[in-house]
């Protein structure tokens, strides 16, 4: 099975460092052009599932792809934002949900794995979200039956984070970091082996450097 991660394109909280607002997890004027170089990016690769976060800027990421595409996407709980708190703590033994229901004009677009309408329960703690972590892992591992299987992740950053050190089985944390709409690339075949990480496809490193600049 081949995996590519993408972090999603640049948010209003990511550009103003503001996420108190209600639309900080809207896209902003860059992270919408993000979105769609990224749809040109991934235009040739044809993967057999889509799966999405349930948050607003993840689904606002991957809308251009799914339109050009005209594929729906699968909306996972457990791949939403996870371990952004300062301290560690153990995996909780299990994680809260809170109803989210998809509104009707996204629906041509995004379903529910399962028809669960649900999002992680809001405050969560650093353990819930570890917990959500390892149920994504093991679900992902279960489409790893299916060897020829190619899977597009489009979800965020701290999650990409524990997901990596526990695919990976790191014996000390790694940061992973992930510019927006950077892609990790893996293959599992029982186990998990690294491509590449946080790689901006060409269309991408192309709308990000202007021509005689250098990217830093």
Known sequence: MKVWIVRHAESQGNATGNYSTAVSDSLSEKGHTQA?????????QDFDRIIVS?????MESVTPYLQMTQQRAELWPEITEACWHPEREAPADAWRTQPAPLPATLSPLFYYRDAAAIRPAHPESFGEGLCRVRDAL???ENLGRDQDASILM????HFIRELLNLMLDTDTIRDFPHDNCGITGLRFDGRWRLDFSNRLLPALTQAAQPRGHAVD
């Open 36 to 44: 769609a170089t990224l749809a040109q990016s991934l235009a040739s």
């Open 54 to 58: 349930p948050l607003q800027r993840t």
């Open 138 to 140: 093991n679900l992902l």
């Open 154 to 157: 489009v979800t965020h950053g």
